[in-house]
């Protein structure tokens, strides 16, 4: 199975951008790249996911590299409420088999 | 839409004693997934459930472990019995299991098994 390699923790302060790196250089053609974050004692939230091609919503962005070996996920102003831990999923359609959160990056968000 | 609703939110039990919790998952969702979350292994998928029916388990640890999914609107996870390495915070999710389709979370449930 694909795996993803990201970085334990990272640090940011309030209001500036946040690059998320995820490295995933066994990605399959049919993986879609998909991100999430768990805030504080709270369950899992969907912030975005893309195929090939960059993403943006209202968010985050989502900057795919061209062999898609690599993604970031880029914050564009991070707020005190951003932080938490951020995870990099790999998902092929209609296989939820590979549904499985690693260890994430835990971003701290400073004033 | 209320969201992906989970009860009780704490549950504290006796070593030995059944424990059962419930999702409620969002009306329409086709997809309905058991995490089970701890300091030590993180995030870990126990099962999974597409249209009621039972389609990976291998995340299930023991087979003390059953969960059920008897209409589309309801799920249950039980524990018999139920083991103080059990304690953890259980969550369940839902989603239309499209290839694009995000997975929304229940709050979850935070159990102590003592």
């Known amino acids: 199975d694909a795996k993803t390699t990201q970085p334990n923790s990272m640090e940011s302060n309030e209001e500036e951008p946040v690059h998320l790196p995820c490295n995933h250089s066994t990605i399959s053609g049919t993986d879609y790249i998909h991100w999430y974050r768990q805030l504080p004692s709270q369950g899992p939230e969907y912030v975005i996911h893309?195929?090939?091609s960059n993403v943006n919503n209202r968010m985050a962005s989502l900057a795919i590299a061209e062999d898609r070996k690599s993604s970031t996920l880029i914050l564009h102003r991070a707020t005190l409420r951003d932080a938490a831990v951020y995870y990099c999923i790999l998902l092929a359609p209609y296989n939820f088999n590979k549904f499985y959160f690693g260890s994430g990056t835990k971003l701290n968000v400073k004033p | 839409d209320a969201g992906v609703i989970q009860s009780p939110r704490h549950e504290v039990t006796e070593m030995g004693q059944e424990v059962t919790l419930r999702c409620k998952p969002i009306s329409g969702h086709d997809y309905l997934f058991w995490y089970r979350q701890t300091m030590m292994r993180g995030l870990e998928l126990l099962i999974y459930f597409n249209n009621n029916v039972p389609i990976d388990d291998s995340g299930m640890p023991e087979d003390r472990f059953s969960a059920k999914m008897p209409n589309a609107s309801f799920s249950t996870l039980k524990i018999q019995p139920s083991e103080p390495r059990d304690s953890a915070v259980y969550f369940c999710?839902?989603?239309?299991?499209?290839?694009?389709?995000?997975?929304?979370f229940g709050q979850g449930t935070r159990l102590t098994v003592v």
């Open positions: 999710a839902s989603s239309l299991g499209q290839f694009n389709a995000e997975a929304f």
């Open positions: 893309g195929l090939t």
